[in-house]
């Protein structure tokens, strides 16, 4: 079975920090990845998507892959208060259909 | 700015009724997907369509739940009957193709269902 694991929290970083936030995901046979935010009792809201192995940044976001160890990452530089919600890491793993691991809660304190 | 629409936003119904939520993707977007949220877990999918046919409902309850996209662009998730573990967040997406290399999924803003 196709899993996707991440700690769900809460994770708790001071305001200007940097927050990381971890993925791991079962199959090597994956070949793109998702991280969503989601504010409480909100839908999911895309933030990066990433396919090749290495880093990419979008802002204050970096995403990070490494498909030989199956996890995949997310960095928030300088995390403001707003920066407070679930992040979800989803993958497709070939099958076109997406995976969603259960969330970690990040909190950001001023 | 494109959006998927979802109505209605919130639903109380009880148990032994039928319940019915609509979607609209985003223009141009031909894969809609219905997914299921219950609280502390993350999106389980329910059906995928491509355009007006469907490409995976293998995690659809088919005994009370259906789902179409007649036309390729709106679509309807209906439960019937509705039972009390069906109170969850049902969430639309789209995507412009499940073929795309990054199929990036959009979310609408999701019907709350509580089933009482």
């Known amino acids: 079975q196709k899993e996707v694991e991440q700690n769900s929290g809460p994770l708790s970083v001071p305001e200007g920090a940097i927050a990381s936030l971890n993925c791991t995901y079962s199959?090597?046979?994956?070949?793109?990845f998702f991280w969503y935010r989601q504010y409480s009792g909100k839908s999911p809201e895309l933030i990066m998507s990433i396919y090749s192995n290495g880093d990419k940044e979008d802002g204050r976001f970096t995403a990070q892959l490494n498909k030989a160890s199956q996890y995949v990452s997310l960095l928030i530089r300088d995390s403001q208060p707003s920066d407070s919600a679930t992040y979800l890491c989803a993958v497709n793993f070939g099958n076109e259909k997406l995976t969603f691991g259960t969330g970690t809660r990040l909190t950001i304190i001023p | 700015e494109a959006e998927v629409a979802q109505s209605p936003r919130y639903k109380i119904t009880e148990k032994s009724q039928a319940v019915a939520f609509w979607c609209d993707p985003i223009?141009?977007?031909?894969?809609l997907y219905w997914y299921r949220q219950i609280l502390g877990q993350g999106p389980e999918l329910l059906v995928q369509?491509?355009?007006?046919?469907?490409?995976?409902d293998s995690q659809l309850p088919k005994d009370r739940f259906s789902a179409e996209r007649l036309k390729g662009v709106d679509s309807t998730l209906k439960i019937q009957p509705a039972e009390l573990g069906d109170s969850a967040m049902y969430l639309c997406a789209s995507s412009l193709s499940w073929t795309e290399i990054i199929n990036e999924q959009f979310f609408g803003p999701g019907t709350r269902l509580t089933v009482l």
């Open positions: 199959d090597r046979v994956s070949q793109s």
């Open positions: 223009s141009g977007h031909a894969t």
């Open positions: 369509f491509q355009d007006e046919s469907v490409v995976d």
